[in-house]
Structure formats: structure tokens, C-alpha cells
């Protein structure tokens, strides 16, 4: 946006794609104003602007913008589930400086802020009612959407299994006080977050639905599992130990996954060269954690039948997944702290949620960091284009 239409938002005091702000030091309501343009629930098509640096009244708040308050308000998007996009710049308009955060309206309403759906009512903020989150939802339109939240049109309602939804997804996707006041059908909910692809009949499953409370995922998404196997040697000729798959919607497949690696994971003792014993386990649990449902995040579930394949060896373990980098992630930056992007960034969503993941982004960078303090080599990636393959090394 240039110039001259930012001084004309500026002093239009009654446009809801403004918000004015005097100093950043209430960031929740900052939040809370950029949830709200994600959304455009008035469907302007258009982006909301935040400026910070200005009265109510749009006269200049001689607020001094440095480098230090614009990576502040560059770092927001921590609890926003999906992530707005968001532009944060240094302006002069009409002769005062401003921090302008500049929000363009999200392709898969609605955007949360801590569990809630915010949105602009004329000049004033407030929560989403369901009618305003059922229009949200109907504002999606399918060549917009990532392949997660694609309809199924060979699935039906009958496939969910809407007691994993109602008692586990829910409680752990909402705060107490919206489930408790929430009077809206089952389908409302469903689609409030993503799991049906709309209201209007036939109501039809997202790929993330299937994935998350189906009732047999695999039956629609073929590679949607996790293939584990532990081998005596070195070699993928050598014996199998053991072998198993893992199965069942996403939330069942993680916690046999954890079951899994806490088993396979040996803990030495040392009490010969210590004055107390020492238990050193030869991969650490938390880094095995991260790189595995990275794998299950980034993955492409789309034009493959292949499954992440878990190969643990008497030396090392490989961790593969379909799909290579995605989105501003290439060949020659994977892995770097602060590049990453989402293949499936409603899945994502859902991981945050049930609380798989914790910080968007760090994976590898925590995964790395648990294998240094344990005394493991650092984790090998091979990247393709097809494919992204993780090497962790035994502790020795």
C-alpha cells in the first residue's frame, strides 16, 4: 500500500479496516485486531491496517518506532491459529512516524486468537457470534484451500467418530468458557473447525477431519500411518526385530508413536567412573519427539500411498517422509532457525492443539539441541524433492 492510501485510511475515523493505537504496550488487543482483519468478516477483500504511533483522533503520538519494537510486533503471530499474513513496516505519513502492521484477510476463516474467532464490527472489535463463524466458514472456496482442508466427496458424516471429536478434540481446541456456552450443532462445530468442508448438504469431510477423528483414515488417505522397524545390523537386509504400522486418526498414531520409541529406547547406567549412577540413554526422547512428528506434520498425504517409515537400526535411526520442501523452505535453507512453512497448516492447528507441538518452527532446533546435551552426533538430513530423510546417530 502506498502512501497516500495509508493517510487516507489514517484519517478515516469510521473505516473498520482501521485500528489506531498510541503505543504498543496492550499487545493482547493488538492481537486481537489483527485476528479480526485476518477474518474481513464485511468481506472487503481488502487489508486491515494497524497503526501504531497515533491517537484515536489520528493525531501523531511521537512514539519513537526502532528496530527492537518492529521485530516486537513482527513476533506475533505465535498464538494465531492459522497463521494471518501480516506485513510490519516503518511509515511516514502525514508527516509522523508509524509502525503500520498491514493484514491481508486469510484464505481459511476463521483465524483464532487463543481459541477465539475475533472480528470488526463497524469501528469496534468484538468475538465472533456463530452465525458470524458459520459466515466465515461459507467465505472459503475450494481453490483457495490447502489440501488438508479439501473435501472428501467419497466420505460421509458417518465416518467421524464423533465421540474422539466431542470428548477429546474439543475440550482441547476451545477454552471452558466458549464450550460451555456453545449451543451450536454438531455440523456448526464440526466446520467452526475444519472438519467439514461446509454446512450446505451433502455435508462432506475435510481431508484434516478424516485424519483427525475418521474413523478408518487410511480408507481415504491410503498413506495416512506410520511404518515402524527395528533391525538387528546395520543393513535393511539385516534381521527384523520387530515391525508393526501404526494406525488410526492422528492423536491415536501419536501416542503409539511415543509408546513406541520409549520401548526401542535403551538406558545405560554408569556407576564405575561416577560417584553416583548415571542412566545415559543412547537416543534422547524429546529429540526422537520432534523429528518424528515433523514428519507427520510436513509430509504430503496428497498422490501417495507411502507412509512415514521409521527404520531403527542397531547404529543409528532414519526417519522418512513423502514430500519434500514446501513453500519458502527449499533444498538449500532446510533446517535453518526461522525458515519454515506449512504443507498442511491446519493440521498444524490440530497438532498445537493436542498438544504435540508447543512452539511452531523449533522442532529441528530443539531436536538438535537435546542431542547435543546427550552426548549424540547432530541429526543428518538428506533432502529431495520427492522426500526428506533424518538420520540420528547412537549415542556411543
Known sequence: MDDAELEKLLKDLESDRVERKASPSDRDKIRQAICAFANDLPNHQKPGVLFIGVNDDSSCANLAITDELLLKLSGMLGNFLPFPTMIVQKRTIAGCKLAVIIVEPSYAPPVRYNGRVWTRVGPSRCTASADDERRLS??????????????????????????????????????????????????????????????????????????????????????????????????????????????????????????????????????????????????????????????????????????????????????????????????????????????NPNLAEVLKNLGYVQRFGAGISIAQKELQKNGNPPPEFTVEESCILAVIRRHL
Open 138 to 343: 461459507e467465505k472459503r472456496r475450494f481453490r483457495d484451500l490447502p489440501f488438508d482442508i479439501q473435501p472428501l466427496s467419497s466420505a460421509s458424516l458417518d465416518d467421524f467418530n464423533l465421540n474422539l471429536f466431542q470428548q477429546e478434540y474439543l475440550p482441547a481446541s476451545l477454552p471452558p468458557d466458549i464450550l460451555e456456552q456453545n449451543q451450536r450443532t454438531t455440523e456448526q462445530k464440526l466446520a467452526s473447525v475444519r472438519f467439514i468442508h461446509r454446512l450446505d448438504p451433502p455435508i462432506q469431510p475435510t481431508n484434516l477431519g478424516i485424519l483427525v477423528i475418521g474413523k478408518e483414515p487410511r480408507d481415504f488417505i491410503p498413506g495416512a500411518y506410520i511404518q515402524f522397524r527395528r533391525i538387528e545390523g546395520t543393513e535393511l537386509t539385516d534381521p527384523t526385530k520387530d515391525q508393526k504400522e501404526l494406525t488410526g486418526s492422528i492423536s491415536q498414531i501419536l501416542r503409539q508413536l511415543d509408546e513406541t520409541l520409549q520401548i526401542n529406547i535403551s538406558v545405560a547406567s554408569d556407576f564405575i567412573t561416577q560417584p553416583l549412577e548415571i542412566k545415559q540413554p543412547d537416543y534422547p526422547l524429546v529429540a526422537l519427539q520432534q523429528l518424528t512428528r515433523n514428519a507427520v506434520l510436513h509430509r504430503t498425504y496428497e498422490s501417495t500411498n507411502a507412509p512415514v517409515r521409521i527404520t531403527w537400526f542397531s547404529d543409528r535411526i532414519e526417519i522418512q517422509n513423502p514430500g519434500g520442501p514446501f513453500g519458502q523452505v527449499t533444498r538449500q535453507n532446510f533446517g535453518q532457525p526461522g525458515i519454515t512453512d506449512y504443507r
